[in-house]
């Protein structure tokens, strides 16, 4: 079954170098509707690839840049009063955006961050009793410093669930870096990025993924993950029904993007990291344990 | 020069462990200093492995290595044999550690830590010893298997796997023992255990020299005995016979005449067997009176059974023992010497014999024990001490309490001042049955003395005085003819019932262990052989049991592999069908990872197999789609492509 999103990814590829994998697990967040938290340090191209996704989507896009003075108000919008129509009229904030860029979201204090959530989550945003839904479809990519840096509110593990993935984009290798210091401006590239599919075509897309073949023993593999999650000695929880859910979808949207009309245990293995790495905690240090999803699949067995 | 910093440290110190583990019981046996040097190179190893430091140089391995050959050529004055060749490969073995870096040394290693685990028998063949190797094989293969991957974890899984797969190795390795030609003799022979060095019947007979024993529980030898025993009291064991007196030590006559006497046996003839414990002598300790001996055996002048050479190693001997006998043609300087004693001394002793001379010599002898009998004598371990040139004397007029070799001492001296031609013998009384094997355990703790007396037309008769003084000895066992406040060993004493009967049990197993293991010879191989139907190891039916034995041992196998997994059989056609095409690869080399998704086998199986890239991967296809997607027909494409599969 071919599919209408390999020039998407392609055109992807030559704007973010050498990152495949973490382009097209990005991808398939946004088809599993689900939000991506990006977790690296500054300048790896954590903005980059929020706005080649967004332009080569085809979608409107947002940028905020959190900070600590940043208020929910700032974020969601007002209800500024008229004089004209003596009315209260609502001003729409960045939030209502098809893809929002929540930049170096654990700079923003708790308050800020817990109205981004339950407008990802809600897919509405409520304000003075009156609920405004939120566009179709609706992204959030969030990107994040590494937690030990000064100045950062880490989010809370029930605010890490609300992402479906987190991904590290990490140094770039020699051969891409170099492809990159001799190429073009990468702001230039993303202005210049036509879009290739449209929302019309993305809804399909998301759709279309929901109709993956998930058969029994692939159900079996990923309950096996969970249980090892859960009686995992290091590991302070397991992972949540609503993490598998996500897991599932998500798997689905990597067998859709292979091109395939079911799913496989590879399809799983491949999106596991992302989806669980964020999730699990570990006992001793208190910190997510990205490490551990890796080993967990070299240790679980595919029945 | 590979950086040794690749290898994972704990790994590493796992293998150290291992190998100071295999490495143990040579340096047990070896003196401090060579223990020192040995676990130099393994603590430096450790704490560079610790560490992270650089190896030692070439340089300083070379001295290093002379230095160590040096001493232990200086220690054992060569470098073959036993102790020395034993203790230069411990040395080898913990310098290759310094020029450890790669997997591959690791791996060189371990195979040296097998053949260290094979030398440890040269320590000891006990069954202890058999349960040390086995674990050292078993904590090897799994550092085996451990360094196989490539991470750093410790998996205790990988013991597990090695322990069954050793255990799978237990029946191949019990056929080929059973069947595989037997040397007649050892390539070398086996050093004694120290511990067996200085124990049993001494060579002379003073006072205190058997009571000693008493407090030695250790086993003297064992019997096996073919038709019914005799009674207890009828186990005399004969050993060394004692004819020379100095007045204080019975001492074994220096020059024995050529001449044996002739035996003539009568009453009830035994047979049986006695596995000998190591000892420094080559004495054998038949049933009084032995008529026929084993080979290598022979019958002294003094009718003593010895072997050709000192009994250093467990062994087995066949007897065939007379209860009565006649004995004729002993030569006249014998007898002589069976009469002769110290000038002087004793008078009293000698004032009481020299009233019985007038009698018939069996008279005499009865006089003696009665005389014994009447005169309130005791049976103790811990006599008063006897001091001075009279101590027959003080023994039978003055103190009257004695142990077995007193009692033998004295009458040999009465009955020589009576005129009757009298000698000590030492040897073992009695033992202790073994329900659990059917067999008698004869220990240390059963020494004894008794009197042997020349009676005209009957030859040497037994005449034992310590069954006058003491009757429950003879008939009991020593813990019921001693008083309580001697000191006894704990397990001798009867009230430890349930302990005794566990080192009963103990002992039987020991005793299997020695007959059937180490005692597996050619001569018994050829037995079991024989009830086989095989007459000798040329012959057809001999390899035919060879080969059947195998081949039943692999179809065993086979089941079991086929039986194993069916427990766990997936009901799903192509999940069962995916197995038989993982094992069919297995058995190309290519084994599956855990965790590894089918689509990722399949290509690492591709590339490991070129020839079959297609075809391993349409397979993979058929399964992928037929196990997790919805297709109908793809387990029959999946059936079809594997058996058009040739590997």
Redesign the interface.
């Known amino acids: 079954m071919a599919h209408s999103f390999s020039p998407t990814l392609a055109q992807l590829n030559r704007v973010i170098l050498g990152k495949e994998d973490q382009v097209r697990m990005a991808l398939c967040c946004l088809l599993a509707r689900g939000h991506l938290l990006l977790e690296d340090l500054p300048g790896v191209g954590k903005t980059t690839l929020a706005h080649a996704l967004a332009a080569t989507v085809g979608l409107r896009f947002q940028r905020v840049q959190f900070t600590s003075d940043l208020l929910p108000a700032d974020l969601i919008g007002v209800s500024i009063y008229e004089r004209d129509t003596g009315r209260f009229r609502f001003h729409h904030g960045p939030v209502f955006a098809q893809v929002l860029l929540a930049d170096e979201i654990n700079r923003a204090p708790p308050k800020t961050q817990s109205a981004l959530l339950e407008a990802m989550e809600e897919q509405q945003v409520t304000v003075d009793g009156t609920s405004y839904p939120l566009p179709e479809p609706f992204f959030v990519i969030a990107t994040q410093n590494p937690q030990h840096q000064i100045g950062t509110f880490p989010l809370p593990e029930s605010q890490l669930d609300r992402f479906l993935m987190r991904l590290e984009l990490g140094y770039p290798d020699g051969a891409a870096e170099r492809a990159m210091l001799a190429g073009e401006s990468r702001r230039e590239l993303v202005a210049q990025l036509q879009p290739t599919v449209g929302p019309t075509e993305l809804t399909a897309a998301q759709q279309q993924v929901d109709k993956i073949?998930v058969?029994g023993?692939?159900l079996d593999y990923v309950q096996a993950l969970a249980r090892a999650t859960r009686s995992h000695d290091a590991l302070s929880y397991g992972l949540s029904p609503r993490a598998l859910l996500g897991l599932i979808a998500a798997a689905r949207a990597w067998a859709w993007l292979d091109g395939?009309?079911?799913?496989?245990?590879?399809d799983v293995?491949a999106v596991f990291p992302g989806v669980a790495g964020h999730r699990l905690v570990q006992r001793a240090s208190g910190r997510v344990a990205p490490d551990a999803a890796l080993e967990l699949?070299?240790?679980?067995?595919?029945p | 020069m590979a950086d040794h910093r690749s290898l994972p440290r704990n790994k590493m110190l796992a293998l150290l462990g291992t190998l100071a583990l295999v490495l143990a019981p040579h340096l047990a046996q070896m003196p401090v200093w060579l223990i020192l040097v040995t676990l130099l190179p393994l603590g430096w190893r450790a704490h560079i492995a610790w560490s992270g430091q650089r190896l030692p140089g070439r340089a300083i391995r070379l001295v290093l290595a002379c230095a160590m050959v040096a001493m232990v050529f200086l220690q054992f004055r060569t470098l073959i044999g036993r102790d020395g060749g034993v203790m230069l490969l411990a040395c080898l073995v913990a310098l290759k550690l310094l020029e450890t870096t790669t997997r591959r040394d690791v791996r060189i290693l371990t195979l040296l830590g097998y053949f260290v685990a094979g030398t440890l028998f040269l320590v000891s063949q006990s069954f202890w010893m058999l349960a040390y190797v086995l674990m050292a094989c078993v904590l090897l293969t799994g550092q085996l298997f451990a360094w196989q991957r490539e991470d750093t974890r410790f998996e205790p899984e990988e013991y597990r796997r090695a322990l069954r797969l050793l255990l799978e190795g237990l029946p191949v390795a019990l056929l080929l023992f059973v069947l595989y030609p037997r040397l007649a003799a050892p390539l070398w022979s086996m050093p004694a255990d120290r511990a067996q060095a200085s124990t049993g019947i001494s060579d002379t007979m003073s006072p205190g020299s058997f009571s000693d024993l008493t407090l030695d529980d250790s086993v003297a030898f064992r019997v096996d005995f073919r038709g019914l025993a005799p009674q207890r009291d009828q186990l005399y064991w004969r050993g060394p016979v004692f004819e020379r007196f100095d007045g204080h030590t019975w001492l074994q006559r220096e020059f024995a005449p050529a001449s044996t006497p002739t035996i003539v046996p009568r009453g009830r003839t035994l047979d049986y067997t006695i596995t000998l414990e190591p000892q420094q002598r080559a004495w054998l300790f038949a049933l009084d009176l032995p008529t026929q001996l084993p080979q290598g055996a022979r019958l002294t002048s003094r009718l003593q059974a010895v072997y050709r050479q000192p009994l250093v190693n467990r062994a087995r001997f066949d007897f065939q023992s007379a209860t009565d006998w006649r004995i004729d043609n002993q030569d006249d300087t014998s007898l002589s010497q069976a009469l002769a004693l110290p000038q002087g001394g004793n008078p009293r002793a000698r004032a009481l014999a020299q009233g019985w001379r007038d009698l018939p010599p069996q008279v005499r002898v009865a006089r003696a024990l009665v005389w014994l009998q009447s005169n309130g004598f005791a049976y103790t371990l811990a006599p008063p001490l006897l001091e001075g040139p009279d101590e027959v004397d003080q023994l039978l007029f003055r103190t009257r309490e004695g142990f077995c070799e007193h009692y033998a001492g004295s009458f040999t001296f009465l009955m020589r001042v009576a005129g009757v031609p009298a000698r000590v013998v030492g040897g073992y009384l009695g033992g202790e049955y073994n329900a659990a094997g059917d067999y008698w355990i004869v220990r240390q703790a059963d020494a004894h003395a008794w009197v042997e007396v020349w009676l005209e037309g009957r030859g040497w008769q037994r005449v034992d005085p310590t069954a006058v003084v003491a009757p429950m000895r003879v008939s009991g066992g020593l813990a019921r003819s001693v008083r309580d406040s001697d000191r006894l060993p704990m397990l001798l004493r009867e009230n430890a019932a349930w302990l005794a009967n566990l080192r009963l049990k103990w002992d039987n197993v020991i005793y299997v262990w020695d007959r059937w293991v180490i005692g597996y010879d050619t001569q018994r191989q050829l037995q079991l052989l024989k009830k086989l139907g095989v007459d000798g190891l040329d012959s057809a039916l001999y390899v035919a049991w060879l080969v059947g034995g195998f081949a039943l041992i692999l179809a065993a196998y086979t089941l079991a592999s086929r039986w194993m997994p069916r427990s766990e059989r997936p009901r799903d056609p192509a999940a069962r069908l995916w197995r038989a095409f993982m094992r069919r690869l297995a058995q190309r080399g290519v084994m599956p990872r855990l965790g590894e998704g089918p689509r990722d086998f399949a290509a690492r199986a591709a590339a490991l197999l070129p020839g079959h890239a297609d075809a391993i991967r349409q397979i993979a296809n058929h399964y992928l789609a037929a196990r997790y997607g919805d297709a109908p027909d793809a387990a029959q494409q999946l059936a079809k492509a594997l058996k058009t599969l040739r590997l």
Request: charged share 20%.
């Open positions: 073949h058969s023993p692939l395939r009309d079911h799913v496989i245990p590879e293995q699949l070299r240790t679980v067995a595919i």
